[in-house]
């Protein structure tokens, strides 16, 4: 059974600090892209991040470039998000999704369409 558990959500102050983790488990990590996606009430599912689980590459939505870090740990099967500089407009719910590399996806990393296994969501909320 694929697995995604997101976690490492809570409450912070604005320019505070958060690091989220995404488990794995149920499928062959090391040919992936996994991403985490946030949800703003009101608000579309946006993509925040990936990182292939192949080479590591990464990419950033413009809206948290130079704040947020994803990185990668194939031994665990995890991958994490550094947020820092927390922002009100952050507070969301993040989820972290997987798909498999199959052929370039620089153009579309954020299109949630493409992503097959979801984990559940973890809560950050950033106050002013």
């Known amino acids: 059974e694929v697995q995604l558990q997101a976690s490492g959500g809570g409450l912070v102050q604005a320019g505070g600090s958060l690091r989220l983790s995404c488990a794995t488990s149920g499928f062959g990590f090391d040919d992936y892209v996994i991403a985490w996606f946030r949800q703003a009430p009101g608000k579309e599912r946006e993509g925040v991040s990936c990182?292939?689980?192949?080479?590591?590459?990464?990419y950033y939505a413009d809206s948290v470039k130079g704040r947020f870090t994803i990185s990668r740990d194939n031994a665990k099967r995890t991958v994490d998000l550094q947020m820092n500089n927390l922002k009100s407009e952050d507070t969301a719910v993040y989820y972290c999704a997987a798909m498999v590399i199959a052929g370039p996806y620089g153009d579309r990393w954020s299109n949630r369409a493409i992503y097959r296994y979801w984990g559940q969501g973890t809560l950050v909320t950033v106050s002013s």
């Open positions: 990182i292939s689980t192949s080479d590591g590459s990464t």
